[in-house]
């Protein structure tokens, strides 16, 4: 779960399943009573209707922490942002290099190559509301220039800033 949308689809789900009390929050799920494994069963199956998953795993666990951490990051005022590792270590109990192990195994990229995936949509993001110059957005999303921005875009979606914003479309950012 990456969104209040995403968490209140999640809220549904358990309340028409008719399992009280969960408390959901974004990328967790609470159950404060034990499920049966028919009941685990049907909880798995209703949420993967909705296009969610029960994570297990102690690595998948982490993977999740690991993206819901970074598209907050992601959002963050660019003069308070913590590093990547400030954050993920705060929120992980465990090294920056084992989060990071852990992570490119279970993905297949880096953390850095995930964070810069999510920093470009939230680049395409601000495009689209077209509020703000391309020098402001590159700014907000913590790029150092414009032609940073513009390099790292391109190198990413194929196509320029301008170009996009002409005729581009965001992916959802659990497609990310």
Known sequence: MVCRHCADTVRRVFDYLGIPDVEVELGRAYIPVELSAD?????SEALCEE??????????????????????LARMESDSKPTIADALTSRIPLSYQQISRTFTEVEGRTIENYYLNIRIE??????????????????????SSVAHLSRQFKQLTGLTPSQFKEMGERRPLSEV
Not at 59 to 70: G, R, S
Not at 133 to 143: N, V
């Open 39 to 43: 009941c685990l069963a049907k909880v």
């Open 51 to 72: 296009g969610f998953e029960i994570i297990q795993s102690r690595e998948a666990e982490i993977v999740e922490t690991v993206k819901h951490t970074l598209i907050e």
């Open 122 to 143: 939230r680049v395409k993001e601000l495009i689209r509301y077209r509020r703000l110059s391309l020098s402001e957005i590159a700014h907000e999303t913590g790029f």
